[in-house]
């Protein structure tokens, strides 16, 4: 295992992107950085326009797509991810070290390099067929956004929700992006059978702050709309109020939970901001570049909820922290939820209507029973 490298001087900025910085992960075994050869070429880096990076699309057909939980921080028990990496660009997700089993960058590659599972409901269908199959709460979206820019083309998710739809499986989703209002003519009608929630993920309601921290996700607006869109078609819905970063979009807690329970939203949750593995620089890297008055101030505040670590994996803390702060934090969220009405019951989904899909013949022979 190696330490990631510093980031290179004046590293810039890419527009549109979280990060710059294809910054080498944690299993590459041949780091390199940044060096001055005498001729001034760091400086000219520095100075010349940045050209936009594309995004590439890799198509992939998995084995499997339902993926197990075994943290009890987490409430539900089984997840489905349609993409790995995320054009979102959220420079805080704690999904980014992924990609270094993927040989690519957490930094600049896990949003411009996305892996899309193409055979995704396909494998879902054999997995629901199974005898051994018993229906569980499943997350959609739980790592990285299943409503990300490409989805409006491929249509993987839907794919996905169809079938669910179809064996009348119960599911919650996570997203930022408005993009799950396409699919309102499938959840709508499975929400009004206990069969569907969803929870969008409001960080910040300036949408200056928003614009750098999660450039190509949804402007806070335009997520408002979306918790006031499903809310009026019946959805039960969340609002994620993740990550809480201290002294960045922390002073606007309450003011976010105001704003998502007059559009609709029923309940919330919150997670302080986790910096696993290769997030850590990144994320330093970016709070250096676009806040360097409150750097120091914000990284002691993440070490003293850390036990004076940068990042503290351990089961029970890592969603919400130790320590005083972390539970002034706490406090402050569970009073404005309890002001607000949010969290008074709890949205239950129904596992007993489950029934299991009819899988395709395999071979010319027809199915037999």
Not at 275 to 284: D, I, K
Request: glycine letters at 6%.
């Amino acid at each position: 295992m190696h330490k990631p490298p510093p980031a290179p001087p004046d590293l810039g900025t890419l527009k549109g992107r979280g990060t710059a910085w294809a910054i080498v992960h944690r299993y590459n075994r041949q780091p390199s950085e940044s060096f001055d050869d005498g001729w001034g070429t760091l400086e000219q880096a520095a100075s010349e326009e940045q050209v936009p990076v594309a995004t590439q699309i890799i198509e992939e057909r998995v084995k499997s797509i339902l993926a197990s939980n075994d943290s009890p921080d987490i409430s539900f028990d089984l997840s489905i991810n349609p993409y790995r990496g995320c054009e979102h660009g959220c420079i805080y997700c704690f999904a980014r070290p992924t990609h270094s089993y993927l040989n690519m960058s957490p930094g600049l590659d896990f949003e411009t390099r996305i892996i899309a599972k193409v055979n995704a409901a396909q494998r879902l269908r054999e997995a629901f067929a199974s005898r051994s199959y018993e229906p569980a709460l499943l997350n959609i979206g739980s790592a990285t956004d299943a409503y990300q820019p490409i989805e409006r083309k491929l249509g993987i998710t839907r794919s996905v929700i169809e079938l669910l739809a179809e064996c009348k499986h119960p599911f919650s989703l996570v997203t930022k992006s408005s993009g799950v209002e396409r699919d309102l003519d499938l959840i709508a009608p499975m929400a009004a059978e206990r069969l569907a929630a969803v929870y969008v993920s409001v960080t910040s309601l300036d949408a200056g702050l928003s614009r750098i921290l999660e450039p190509r996700a949804a402007s806070p607006q335009r997520r408002l709309r979306t918790i006031e869109t499903l809310a009026r078609a019946g959805v039960p819905v969340g609002v994620s109020v993740s990550p809480v970063i201290p002294f960045i979009n922390e002073p606007e807690l309450e003011h976010i939970l105001e704003a998502a329970a007059a559009a609709g939203a029923r309940s919330a949750f919150s997670v302080v901001l986790r910096l696993p593995w290769e997030v850590n620089p990144l994320f330093q890297q970016w709070l250096e570049q676009h806040f360097p008055e409150r750097a120091g101030r914000v990284m002691a505040r993440v070490r003293e909820m850390r036990g004076g670590k940068d990042y503290d994996a351990k089961f029970g803390s890592r969603m919400k922290g130790e320590g005083v702060w972390a539970q002034l934090l706490h406090q402050r969220f569970t009073k404005a939820c309890a002001r607000l009405g949010l969290n008074k019951t709890r949205t239950e989904l129904d596992l007993t209507l489950f029934r299991k899909p009819r899988l395709a013949p395999t071979s010319g022979q027809g199915e037999l029973f």
